[in-house]
């Protein structure tokens, strides 16, 4: 099935049904914040097995105490529908 990028109308429509995620640059942002090192890493394998899973990989930045998550449909050339149900799954992690 193809990826079809969504307008900039339905994509704020998707967001509307996250909680804490932004548009950036046509990407979902997210930043989780945690008591420390070790909280972050485990945090960020969990969320890197779902996305292997579903073969979609966000691009993930962390360190100590946080990890930040920017998730585009590359091969689409913006947001589609795969990207917000991501975002639910990194979410109920």
Not at 18 to 45: M, Y
Not at 61 to 83: C, R, S
């Amino acid at each position: 099935m193809a990826r079809q990028k969504l307008s900039k109308e339905d994509a704020e429509k998707k967001l509307s049904e996250l909680s804490g995620w932004e548009i950036t640059n046509d990407k979902l942002k997210k930043r989780f914040e945690f008591e420390n090192f070790a909280s972050a890493l485990a945090f960020v394998n969990k969320a890197g097995a779902i996305a292997e899973e579903k073969d979609h990989h966000p691009d993930i930045y962390f360190g100590w105490g946080y990890a930040e998550f920017f998730i585009i449909t590359h091969d689409a050339g913006g947001l589609t529908h795969n990207d917000f149900t991501l975002a639910k799954e990194i979410d109920g992690i």
